[in-house]
């Protein structure tokens, strides 16, 4: 198993050793006194870094012999054995940044060497006069994109070059957002687990210890709350569930961000049809009726622009809602796809089962036979039980004849020919940009959709929907969007609350 080790300097990595006692060198002289390291320190002199550290740093080196010690990076070889390291550096003059432990990268590599580890590759991301950021350009005000540049190609390129089948990031030195973005550069490329370690400075601890390397823990910064918060309901009022799940899973893991993420992952589940958690108290999503819920998938289909899955949902829709009726007057075979009926079908629906008087019938008497919907299969426990056919010309005669349902015998009608056949366009060729303003266009000619893209405001819907004893469908999923934002703004006092 070989092992990436991922490292930032900063400017506490190297240290001074007197006495047994370890200094750190003063910050806004760090980089003159690597500069006087570099010329002094050869060979090198790196020992395990001693627990005990004094609290005032130095600003000049002991004359004589000098020893080092690197006690972030022995904390973090304590925890792990890498094969391979790559260490993210800045080599800039002392004259232009006083505090760049620009000699650094050369202990750190020695100390890894003389641990073992051969392949140690060192990148400067600062030199010469440079600056991390520049102010003047909005584009590099935090980091210059030329840093941002070498820091991403030194992980591509080390990544590519060892394949590692592990990566450990100890981003601990040097500047916040390049640590930062260092570990987001190799999470992007990484195809392996990753871990991230921060180093405890064991100093501080009383009794103190040695200096400890330990998992680091992420608490999502307040501003990346309020940011992805703010971009799922965005999303969401574009109907893009699934797209708001991917901003706030990142934060799911968080308990008290959890007070808000749980409400997109609701969302998310109902989309992808997927078992709603117990906890979801979003009513609509779990509505008993299938046709309510078909209907809201089709109106944030619309939202979403994504044609295909509207085309599929408006025609669920009626089938939906046929099934929701059918259901409340049938009862389903245990183990088997037949149904017998609290009222039993008049025989002008049900086909002829004798195949000699079938045989002996007009071909049109055939096709009239072909359209009645109820099959009969069996008599069982004293019940007849029948298979339901429900395809276009059987479910208007379903709608019509056996529910007499006007409304709902109407948006069958007006799904039937063109639009089932463009379903079935949708389901088996490519959704190219031409069939999908097509489907959008005959789909507003049936009243299905409306000029707007709206499926809930159409009469036709509205109507199917009324005698399924919905009386306000139109405002179903405005309803449900104004819910999810009120509970996305209110995540604060909820999770305050149920803290």
């Not at 893009?240 to 968080?254: F, K, R, T, V, Y």
């Amino acid at each position: 198993m070989s092992t990436l080790l991922v490292l930032t300097t900063g400017q506490t990595d190297v240290q001074i050793v007197l006495n047994g006692v370890r200094h750190e060198l003063r910050k806004d002289c760090c980089a003159a006194l690597h500069d006087e390291l570099e010329q002094r320190a050869s060979p090198l002199n790196i020992v395990d870094a001693p627990v005990l550290k004094v609290k005032d740093s130095i600003d000049r080196l002991p004359e004589g012999d000098l020893t080092l010690c690197t006690p972030k990076l022995d904390a973090v070889l304590r925890e792990i054995v890498p094969t391979a390291a790559l260490v993210l550096e800045t080599r800039r003059d002392a004259g232009s940044a006083a505090g760049d432990p620009r000699f650094a990268g050369n202990v750190l590599e020695a100390r890894l060497k003389a641990r073992g580890v051969e392949t140690v590759h060192r990148q400067a991301y600062l030199q010469g006069t440079e600056r991390l950021e520049d102010r003047d350009l909005p584009h590099d005000a935090i980091i210059r994109r030329d840093v941002v540049r070498r820091l991403e190609h030194a992980v591509r390129d080390r990544l590519e070059v060892l394949k590692p089948s592990r990566i450990v990031v100890a981003a601990t030195g040097g500047f916040p957002v390049v640590t930062n973005l260092v570990e987001e550069i190799v999470r992007l490329y990484a195809s392996v687990p990753v871990d991230a370690l921060e180093v405890a400075d064991g100093a501080q601890a009383s009794p103190p210890t040695a200096d400890r390397a330990v998992a680091r823990t992420s608490v999502p910064d307040p501003l990346v709350s309020f940011q992805s918060r703010h971009r799922a309901l965005e999303l969401i009022a574009k109907g893009n569930l699934l797209g708001a799940w991917a901003i706030a899973e990142p934060l799911h893991s968080d308990e008290t961000e959890r007070a808000w993420t749980k409400v997109i992952h609701w969302l998310a589940n109902f989309a992808s049809s997927l078992p709603l958690p117990e906890d979801c108290d979003l009513a609509v999503l779990s509505h008993k009726r299938m046709a309510v819920r078909a209907a809201l998938r089709v109106e944030l289909a619309l939202r979403a622009g994504d044609i295909p899955r509207a085309v599929h949902a408006t025609v669920a829709f009626f089938e939906a809602a046929l099934w929701d009726h059918l259901g409340e007057k049938t009862s389903r075979h245990p183990s088997k796809r037949q149904f017998k009926f609290h009222e039993p079908p008049a025989d002008k629906l049900v086909r002829e089962r004798d195949a000699t008087k079938l045989s002996a019938l007009s071909k049109i008497e055939q096709r009239e036979d072909r359209d009645r919907p109820f099959i009969f299969k069996e008599t069982a426990d004293g019940s007849d039980w029948y298979w339901v056919d429900d395809n276009e010309i059987c479910a208007i005669q379903l709608a019509k004849h056996y529910l007499k349902l006007e409304s709902l015998t109407k948006l069958g009608q007006a799904l039937a020919g063109d639009i089932r056949e463009l379903r079935n366009d949708v389901a088996h060729n490519e959704p190219t940009p031409a069939l999908m303003d097509d489907a959008r266009r005959r789909m507003r000619k049936a009243s299905l959709w409306s000029s707007t893209n709206g499926f809930m405001s159409q009469p036709l819907v509205q109507a199917a929907l009324h005698e399924l004893g919905e009386p306000q469908p139109e405002v179903l999923c405005t309803e449900l969007l104004a819910g999810v934002r009120s509970r996305l703004l209110d995540a604060s006092r909820t999770a305050k609350s149920e803290g």
